[in-house]
């Protein structure tokens, strides 16, 4: 039992190291850093949203530089095919023999992170070449299955901005992101920061802190944490609640098309679990739930035509509802 104790607190001592080296690089988005690294403890996905030169891309690189396992960056564009996603088979031949034969070329997709850049710049037929892949943690081609590596973490960005030439996920797609961000403008101070860090031939470097074997332990050792059956109760009241047809909201029934599913509340239980580990606790608060449903909920949520004409979007619902839905007595925080 000591032996567990001072593995998982000299995991959770890492976390904090991995959180320092990637401020090395990134100044401010602090919240944008920790919803990641949850994400890659519930061992999901997350999807970036933000206009350009808010350091999306780069916050993906410097998260693969301080982590000891693969990475690769896919442009995504018009013209990608789902074979340059997840490989094609190619013509050999064996000298010796001189026979021929086809052979797997993996693309990609097969490395421990994915970073997706511009995902929405791809045709619905490309995107779906993913789905497999972020749910089921396996490519099939051919007739043939292959698994990927664990851990398998991808990290997909949008351009909010320019739709021209753009091609907006699908729900199901979106569903399979387990947190979606929104990046905001960095504050006076960060920008000063910024400018002043970025333009001077002084540059950060960052060193491998976690290895493959150690997230994946830290993956499972999230599952462990303890959430009450009370804060259960609060996240099946709060994820029915968004939908129009069973909830008893006002709110909910005049500005929401179709409400989140099952999947919603097991994405916010696990993130929650996530974030409880990721500050050094190893039961659920009800801090963590709030805070982890925006991101759970952003994309699960979707309005109706008058709501996006009012400029109401499903933060505004996740925010009415955190407000009138009833916490458990027995919670304090």
Request: net charge negative; hydrophobic share 40%; aromatic share 6%.
């Amino acid at each position: 039992m000591e032996n567990l104790q001072n593995t998982v607190e000299s995991l959770l001592e890492k976390l904090s190291l991995l959180k320092k080296e990637i401020q090395k690089v990134i100044v401010g988005q602090d919240e944008v850093i920790d919803e990641i690294l949850v994400t890659l403890l519930a061992g999901g996905h997350c999807l970036l949203e933000g206009v350009p030169g808010l350091a999306k891309t780069l916050m993906v690189r410097t998260l693969s530089r301080s982590l000891d396992l693969t990475f690769r960056r896919i442009q995504f564009t018009p013209d990608l095919m789902p074979t340059d996603l997840i490989g094609t088979e190619i013509l050999e031949e064996d000298h010796a023999t001189g026979k021929r034969f086809f052979k797997f070329n993996k693309g990609p997709l097969f490395a421990h992170i994915v970073l997706a850049d511009e995902i929405n710049r791809t045709p619905p037929k490309t995107q779906s070449a993913l789905l497999e892949a972020m749910q089921e943690f396996e490519i099939t081609y051919g007739g043939q299955t292959y698994a990927l590596e664990r851990p398998f973490f991808i990290l997909a960005t949008q351009n909010p901005i320019e739709q021209a030439g753009t091609y907006p996920l699908p729900e199901a797609q979106l569903d399979r992101f387990l947190l979606f961000h929104k990046l905001s403008y960095p504050t006076e101070a960060e920008e000063i920061a910024v400018l002043t860090n970025t333009t001077g031939n002084k540059f950060s470097t960052v060193h491998p802190v976690l290895g493959g074997t150690e997230i994946k332990t830290l993956q499972k050792l999230v599952r462990d944490v303890n959430i009450s059956e009370d804060l259960v109760s609060f996240v099946s009241r709060l994820i029915r609640a968004t939908r129009p047809d069973t909830s008893s909201s006002t709110y909910v029934k005049e500005w929401v098309r179709w409400g989140a599913g099952p999947r919603a509340g097991q994405s916010l239980i696990l993130t929650s679990k996530a974030r409880a580990l990721l500050k050094g606790r190893y039961s659920v608060l009800m801090e963590d739930l709030h805070a982890m449903a925006y991101p759970v909920l952003r994309h699960r949520i979707l309005m109706n035509f008058r709501a996006d004409a009012e400029n109401i979007s499903s933060d505004n619902v996740t925010a009415e509802l955190l407000k009138t839905i009833q916490r458990p007595e027995t919670v304090i925080h």
